[in-house]
């Protein structure tokens, strides 16, 4: 009932930038939290960042100060900007939103497929 399509990702070279978007599609009455994601090859998921419906952001200290999470919730879209990336931020990356369904009373968590993002020279 809910679609979460991401975009932007893909090859960039060490110290560049990239701004990846997650839009959300569906029978949506309200988005509350949403967040950015990401899973290294070989490694576990690990969160990059969130932000609450009124703004308020969080980050995992690996990319405090190099990524900014915005959202705009007239487009049920979040946004993920990438600065002074590195080889290690190469992962692919998910976004998920908490979505409360207009039939339903109680919010659900939805994930994106994930965007590839290749850090390298």
């Known amino acids: 009932q809910v679609q979460l399509v991401e975009s932007g990702g893909g090859l960039v070279q060490p110290g560049g930038s990239l701004r990846l978007s997650c839009a959300a599609s569906?029978?949506?009455?309200?988005?509350?939290?949403m967040g950015w994601y990401r899973q290294a090859p070989g490694k576990q998921r690990e969160l990059v960042g969130t932000?609450?419906?009124?703004?308020?952001?969080n980050y995992a200290d690996s990319v405090k100060g190099r990524f900014t999470i915005s959202r705009d919730n007239t487009k049920n879209t979040v946004y993920l900007q990438l600065n002074s990336l590195k080889p290690e931020d190469t992962a692919v990356y998910y976004c998920?939103?908490?979505?409360?369904?207009?039939?339903?009373?109680?919010?659900?968590?939805?994930w994106g497929k994930g965007t590839l993002v290749t850090v390298s020279s």
């Open positions: 998920k939103m908490n979505v409360r369904l207009i039939t339903l009373s109680s919010a659900l968590d939805y």
């Open positions: 569906g029978s949506i009455f309200r988005i509350n939290d």
């Open positions: 932000i609450t419906r009124g703004g308020s952001t």
